[in-house]
């Protein structure tokens, strides 16, 4: 009786606070009809919301707000106008509660070597501060030299702050920490478990991967820090990924994100002496576009819908994990029906059966309108990029999924440039190279069985 008493009150509080109507169904039914399992899941699983986080760029009633109040003036004097074609960023700008910003300059990173070389050249190069964020670290070859960076800035007077997600990064052995905090590098986990509301919750990441050295210079993308970024896993093979350097304003953008999640984790605010300029007179405009569960919107699932819908010639996504919700499914066929070039990169084998197997059940309808679906088999893809007409591209770390949309937090990057969207657009040229388009028969001459495990699969998206 206790049981379903407490399935009773658990779906009332799916009914009430679930963000998607197909998420409250798959839990409330769960939970009246298997309470024993399903309450401890809903627990743990099934929160829509972060409680507790405060956002300064939003919430003008807290002292994270007042602290940076004055830094947001100093980055609003760089903010640029978007020119009348480009109906993309108003709107973007708008759910990232921050301008798109002048005089950048931005080098795309292919792949593991590229992107670390560069990564650990710019933090040995930092004078001042630090700023060092991923969701998964490893102790391995990588992570120790990530380590080493860190600890030899520290000695030399740096200030190093190193968050991590406790989740993403388990298995991070505590010796690891320590020998860092032992160097003078300030260390602190992302508590997805930390706050009244949250303190049973493992849904919840941060999935950023941030580096800042001194304001001037940042690092976002794809990439984690392990081996198998590297291409050394031999279980997973060449590993396919994209990340950005950037210099200028847009690094503002990049350090505000990192302090409001130092803030939540440390309860610290972080005096960071800078003040934004500009890398080059001619520099490029950027959108740095922070998603994540405390927002007011499903700001992450809103951009990609807005991507589609502004599109007028092409859209070319990149996702490891694809698995879009009901309005990004619909933005995407009415982008194909419009006549616009809608075209997927995804994994030939995803590392996520589950996520496999629900693709299977939707992938149908978008071949039927026109969209375009490529399996990447030159190894994994993990990128997690957009490309909107001829000038405008974005490398983040949202993928195409449940989690991604209004689980986890993320960053985007959106470059609003013609000759970056030109090397991108070389780039997934490249990648569709490697790949093999899907077509309608592909699915219909699937197997029953996994006809049916793509629609058991499928109805767990909301809550996966």
């Known amino acids: 009786m206790l049981a379903h008493l407490l399935g009773i009150a658990s779906s009332l509080d799916a009914l009430m606070s679930s963000r998607t109507a197909p998420g409250a169904v798959a839990w409330i039914v769960s939970l009246s009809t298997f309470p024993y399992v399903a309450v401890p899941a809903y627990w743990v699983f099934g929160r829509a919301r972060f409680q507790g986080y405060v956002v300064g760029r939003r919430d003008v009633d807290n002292r994270l707000h007042h602290a940076l109040e004055a830094k947001m003036a100093g980055v ?3 903010s640029e106008a978007p020119p009348a074609t480009r109906h993309l960023l108003p709107a973007l700008e708008r759910l990232a509660k921050l301008p798109l910003l002048g005089g950048n300059r931005v080098e795309l990173l292919i792949d593991g070597d590229a992107t670390f070389a560069s990564l650990f050249a710019g933090m040995a190069a930092a ?4 700023l060092v964020q991923f969701y998964i670290v490893r102790d391995d070859t990588i992570g120790r030299e990530l380590k ?9 007077g740096v200030a190093v702050h190193f968050l991590y997600d406790e989740i993403g990064s388990y298995r991070l052995p505590r010796r690891y920490l320590d020998e860092l905090v032992a160097a003078g590098v300030q ?3 992302f508590h997805s478990t930390r706050g009244t509301g949250n303190r049973l919750q493992l849904n919840f990441r941060n999935h950023r991967k941030i580096v800042v050295a001194d304001g001037h210079s940042g690092w976002a993308g794809g990439f984690n820090v392990g081996e198998e970024y590297l291409g050394r896993d031999p279980r997973i093979g060449p ?3 994209t990340h950005l350097k950037l210099e200028g304003p847009a690094v503002f953008a990049l350090q505000l994100a990192f302090i409001e999640d130092w803030h939540w984790a440390s309860g610290e605010i972080l005096d960071l002496d800078w003040r934004p300029a500009p890398a080059h007179d001619n520099g490029v405009p950027v959108l740095v576009l922070p998603s994540g569960p405390a927002d007011r919107f499903e700001t992450a699932s809103l951009m990609v ?3 589609l819908a502004s599109a007028q010639r092409r859209v070319w996504i990149a996702s490891p994990y694809f698995v879009p919700d009901e309005g990004v499914q619909a933005a995407l066929k009415l982008a194909a029906l419009r006549g616009v070039d809608v075209r997927v990169l995804i994994p030939q084998q995803p590392d996520n059966p589950l996520l496999y197997f629900a693709a299977y059940a939707f992938l149908g309808p978008l071949l039927d309108a026109g969209v375009r679906v490529f399996r990447y088999h030159d190894g994994f893809l993990h990128c997690k990029t957009i490309l909107v007409d001829d000038d405008a591209a974005a490398v983040g770390t949202v993928n195409l999924d449940n989690r991604s949309f209004r689980l986890n937090f993320e960053v985007t990057v959106w470059v609003a440039d013609r000759d970056f ?5 070389a780039k997934y040229a490249h990648d569709f190279a490697g790949a093999h388009e899907m077509r309608p028969q592909d699915l219909s001459g699937k197997r029953w069985w996994l006809r049916v495990a793509s629609r058991a699969a499928y109805l767990l998206a909301p809550v996966l």
């Open 76 to 78: 609003h004097a760089h």
């Open 127 to 130: 004078q001042r501060h630090l």
């Open 148 to 156: 080493r960076v860190m600890e030899e800035r520290a000695r030399a």
């Open 187 to 189: 260390v602190r986990p």
């Open 239 to 241: 590993w396919r990924d």
């Open 305 to 307: 819908q807005h991507a």
């Open 421 to 425: 969207a030109s090397r991108m657009a």
